[in-house]
């Protein structure tokens, strides 16, 4: 079998298993759906995960809601809701686990990231 060069794969080639990469723990949509609730976002609203360039250590986090998903987008389901991650974005998150903490260091989501090689203190940005 011939592997297609660099050229010839798609975005959505390179990301086929992607979804098996990221993870969303049950603490994690439990408090996604409660603010869903609470803010009565719709059900057909998905979850934007994303990376941007800043914070201390380089690149950082972003959690919002979107109505739908942008054209070259990856959606992943998980525990009945879906997760929105643009490509550039995936690229960095691959392997992430989105946790929910509410212990005595804070309250929030944590971002489990096996490819930040540096994070900074208050653990919402990183560097790759």
Not at 5 to 12: A, D, K, Q, Y
Not at 67 to 80: F, L, Q, S, T, W
């Amino acid at each position: 079998m011939t592997m297609p060069s660099l050229e010839e794969t798609t975005v959505e080639q390179a990301f086929t298993d992607i979804d098996n990469e990221i993870s969303l723990t049950d603490k994690a949509a439990s408090e996604v759906r409660k603010i869903m609730d609470a803010n009565k976002i719709p059900e057909k609203y998905g979850l934007r995960v994303g990376v941007k360039g800043g914070g201390c250590s380089g690149l950082s986090y972003s959690l919002g809601f979107d109505g739908e998903a942008r054209d070259a987008d990856k959606i992943i389901r998980k525990d009945g809701i879906q997760i929105f991650i643009d490509p550039k974005s995936l690229f960095y998150l691959s392997g992430t686990e989105l946790d929910f903490t509410d212990g005595l260091n804070g309250r929030g989501f944590v971002f489990n990231n096996p490819n930040a090689t540096k994070t900074c203190g208050c653990g919402s940005s990183f560097g790759a």
